[in-house]
């Protein structure tokens, strides 16, 4: 028998999801199957599977001692880069500013050095992290970008922050804005782009289609030209929709790809040039909450913006 008390990150989860968590070797039937007998209970009485966990509440699990047995500890996010650089940070919330080929995630090729293993790290060697004080929670990502795209990425530091963060990018109450260089020059200088998005799984590829298909979803783009020279154009854009590859697909799809984009754009041509990564940077956050955000409502209309984007300096 083992006794788990409800911390404060662990708070507000369903039973079944704190002790898939906390207990990862323990076979899903039987942990349904032990909920059912009363052999795990919340505050000494019978819970159900979806049972709200409340902090300071104790869960009680009468089970094989097997599956309590220790995963061997190991910090895997101890063999990330210390290299990270903060737009903006307190209590609840870390904004990172992603370079381009990072990783904002582990996958199959890439498991230690990512953004959050990164800022995992960080926060551990700050003294804000203890993964042996957390039965199920991690510093998190609310959002990610393209490891060929660079800018701000949100990091939750609590799961109150985490669930608040989620639910804002979810009903679209943060603005998003880009900075991108195209090549030739928009004939409109300011505009908003319509049209429907069809993505081929197969190639991950998308196609912008003008007329709506069964298969295609509604995309709006707004941009708007800061600068020209050379043949080549910046652009502030803002994703009124977001959609895979949106605005790389969109403004190619009107005669004006990015620069150094692989799969959208003129790839041979701008390599030769040295652009070897594409132009585009999610460089501006801006929190504009139109219903209650709990502990984050402090953040409520405030802006944040990454102060040196290097295709910007370097061309413009």
């Known amino acids: 028998m083992k006794s788990f008390t409800i911390g404060k990150n662990d708070a507000g989860q369903r039973l079944d999801k704190f002790i898939s968590k906390?207990?990862?070797?323990?076979?899903?039937?039987?942990?349904?199957?032990?909920?059912?007998?009363?052999?795990?209970?919340?505050?000494?009485?019978?819970?159900?599977?979806?049972?709200?966990?409340?902090?300071?509440?104790?869960?009680?699990?009468?089970?094989?001692?097997?599956?309590?047995?220790?995963?061997?500890?190991?910090?895997?996010?101890?063999?990330?880069?210390?290299?990270?650089?903060?737009?903006?940070?307190?209590?609840?919330?870390?904004?990172?500013?992603?370079?381009?080929?990072?990783?904002?995630?582990?996958?199959?090729?890439?498991?230690?050095?990512?953004?959050i293993t990164r800022i995992q790290r960080y926060l551990y060697e700050k003294g804000e992290y203890d993964p042996d004080k957390e039965n199920s929670f991690k510093p998190a990502l609310a959002n990610r970008i393209d490891r060929n795209t660079g800018g701000i990425v949100i990091a939750a530091k609590n799961a109150e922050a985490l669930r608040i963060l989620c639910d804002k990018i979810k009903y679209r109450e943060m603005d998003k804005f880009y900075l991108a260089v195209v090549h030739g020059s928009p004939k409109e200088k300011e505009a908003v782009l319509d049209g429907f998005l069809y993505k081929d799984e197969d190639k991950n590829r998308v196609i912008i289609k003008d007329k709506k298909t069964e298969d295609s979803r509604t995309i709006r783009t707004h941009y708007r030209v800061l600068a020209e020279k050379n043949g080549l154009s910046l652009l502030e854009v803002e994703l009124l929709t977001g959609r895979t590859h949106q605005i790389r697909a969109h403004l190619s799809s009107i005669g004006h790809p990015l620069l150094g984009d692989g799969k959208y754009g003129?790839?041979?041509?701008?390599?030769?040039?040295?652009?070897?990564?594409?132009?585009?940077?999610?460089?501006?956050?801006?929190?504009?909450?139109?219903?209650?955000?709990?502990?984050?409502?402090?953040?409520?209309?405030?802006?944040?913006?990454?102060?040196?984007?290097?295709?910007?300096?370097?061309?413009?």
């Open 22 to 115: 906390t207990m990862p070797s323990l076979p899903k039937s039987l942990m349904y199957k032990y909920i059912r007998l009363k052999r795990i209970k919340v505050d000494g009485k019978r819970a159900e599977i979806g049972t709200k966990l409340s902090e300071g509440s104790i869960v009680d699990a009468y089970i094989n001692d097997e599956f309590f047995a220790p995963a061997e500890r190991k910090l895997d996010f101890m063999s990330a880069s210390k290299s990270l650089e903060i737009v903006y940070e307190d209590e609840n919330i870390l904004l990172a500013d992603k370079k381009q080929g990072l990783l904002s995630h582990p996958d199959e090729n890439e498991y230690g050095d990512t953004l």
């Open 266 to 316: 003129k790839n041979a041509e701008d390599k030769k040039l040295g652009f070897r990564h594409q132009a585009l940077y999610s460089y501006k956050l801006r929190f504009n909450f139109t219903t209650d955000a709990g502990i984050l409502e402090y953040l409520n209309g405030k802006t944040f913006t990454v102060k040196k984007v290097w295709f910007a300096d370097e061309l413009f």
